[in-house]
């Protein structure tokens, strides 16, 4: 099994640029995260998807949306990039409903706007 | 609001030292879960350890182990006769079980572990 799958592995925009992040896991999970990680501010969340058609917000959210497009996936945009969405982004899944399991995480996007 | 602390951002060993790394976590919640990621150098998180609030047993698995104490709200972890290959950064997290959360985990800053040999 690949576990979680995360494409691109690295990008660059321009300010102003839009794309999205994709995301694929394939262990039959029901809820889905995107986090995004800075220098000395450990991980932190912008959206989730606790099951198939529904999404929240996390910490984060502004400058971003997210589509759950299926179990299988839940992907990440940026309509219009800037600068401080420069970061490393990171895809996790987890099983639920059981409160106690651990996530599990895909090997990343670095993205750089420039 | 949940939060992780880990205070030390940077610790350096020589290979075969002990080192404990701290985690200090605040939650109003009764039930909660506590966890360690790994993430070395490649980049990816690797899951370590869960740990849940009821249960204060500590936990060794081979060099590793973990000392939970709820009555210092404290999850830290202890790595024995430590090798090269565990220089990594590593994140304590802490989950709360609340219908609304959606289980989403709250992370420490990490903490840069290097081993020299």
Request: charged fraction near 20%; proline fraction near 4%.
């Amino acid at each position: 099994n690949a576990g979680v799958t995360q494409t691109p592995k690295f990008q660059v925009l321009k300010t102003g640029q839009s794309m999205t992040l994709q995301c694929a896991q394939d262990m039959n999970h029901n809820s889905m995260y995107w986090y995004r990680q800075d220098p000395g501010m450990g991980l932190r969340l912008i959206y989730y998807s606790a099951s198939e058609g529904t999404t929240d917000k996390g910490e984060v959210p502004n400058g971003y949306n997210v589509s759950r497009l299926n179990k299988r996936e839940f992907s990440l945009r940026l309509e219009s990039a800037a600068p401080s969405q420069t970061s490393v982004y990171f895809c996790a899944s987890r099983r639920a409903p059981a409160e106690s399991y651990e996530q599990y995480f895909g090997p990343g996007t670095r993205l750089t706007v420039t | 609001a949940q939060k992780v602390t880990q205070a030390q951002t940077e610790i350096s060993v020589v290979e075969k030292e002990d080192v404990t790394l701290d985690c200090v976590y605040e939650t109003r919640d009764t039930t909660y879960y506590l966890f360690w990621y790994k993430q070395p150098p490649s980049g990816e998180l690797v899951f370590l350890i869960r740990r849940n609030s009821f249960d204060e047993q500590n936990e060794i698995s081979g060099r590793y182990s973990w000392n939970f104490q709820k009555s210092t709200s404290s999850f830290n972890f202890t790595i024995t006769a430590s090798q090269v290959v565990d220089s990594a950064v590593y994140f304590c997290a802490l989950g709360i079980a609340a219908e609304t959360s959606g289980s989403r985990l709250t992370f420490g800053e990490g903490t840069q572990l290097t081993v020299n040999p």
